[in-house]
T-cell receptor, first 111, second 112 residues
Framework: EAEVAQSPRYKITEKSQAVAFWCDPI?????LYWYRQILGQGPELLVQ????????DSQLPKDRFSAERLKGVDSTLKIQPAELGDSAMYLC?????????FGPGTRLLVL | RKEVEQDPGPFNVPEGATVAFNCTYS??????FFWYRQDCRKEPKLLMS???SGNEDGRFTAQLNRASQYISLLIRDSKLSDSATYLC?????????????FGTGTRLQVTL
């Protein structure tokens, strides 16, 4: 069964450092999503790509977060500089139509 | 009012019990609805889509009530392995067709 791949699975960093997360969607899925999930809450959409284009980044804190999907396949989410409040699970999902499938996530801890 | 609301629980039920969760949504124009299961520190996994006519998958039944703007998930004959958080997701008609808004999840604990 095809899966969404993410790396790293865990990341510990100090505040003000830069971090980057990588996601490889299910092959053939044109739509890719990055979510942030804080403990006890549901996933919150940060950015949505259709192929290589951003279609929704309204909730992305653009002063410190950036995302790209240059060739319309895999994607990178970057945070620079990281802040204590960024500690969360960062989930990537992909979809062919409406149903979204999630990767295992990257758990970020900012010290 | 939140766009998607769920009772966070926890719902503590004995093995074999039937349990039901509801999820209310605020936008009457929403068209797509899903239930996801999330184990502790894991990613959400799709449990089932929710169709207008309702749908069933083994011990799980999902229903949509458009008039009252909620979806429900019924679990029959609960197993210990059903212990998890159940997230509902509703498409956001103000965004792209595939944009989903998630509830905070309902935690289920099935006990012996």
């Amino acid at each position: 069964e095809a899966e969404v791949a993410q790396s790293p699975r865990y990341k510990i960093t100090e505040k003000s450092q830069a971090v980057a997360f990588w996601c490889d969607p299910i092959s053939g899925h044109a739509t890719l999503y990055w979510y942030r999930q804080i403990l006890g809450q549901g996933p919150e959409l940060l950015v949505q790509f259709q192929d290589e284009s951003v279609v929704d980044d309204s909730q992305l804190p653009k002063d410190r977060f950036s995302a790209e999907r240059l060739k319309g396949v895999d994607s990178t989410l970057k945070i620079q500089p990281a802040e204590l409040g960024d500690s969360a699970m960062y989930l990537c999902a992909s979809s062919l139509l409406e149903t979204q499938y999630f990767g295992p996530g990257t758990r970020l801890l900012v010290l | 009012r939140k766009e998607v609301e769920q009772d966070p629980g926890p719902f503590n039920v004995p093995e074999g019990a039937t349990v039901a969760f509801n999820c209310t949504y605020s936008n009457s124009a929403s068209q797509s609805f899903f239930w996801y299961r999330q184990d502790c520190r894991k990613e959400p996994k799709l449990l089932m889509s929710v169709y207008s006519s309702g749908n069933e998958d083994g011990r799980f039944t999902a229903q949509l009530n458009r008039a009252s703007q909620y979806i429900s998930l019924l679990i029959r004959d609960s197993k210990l392995s059903d212990s998890a958080t159940y997230l509902c997701a509703v498409n956001d008609p103000t965004g792209t067709a595939s944009k989903l808004t998630f509830g905070t999840g309902t935690r289920l604990q099935v006990t012996l």
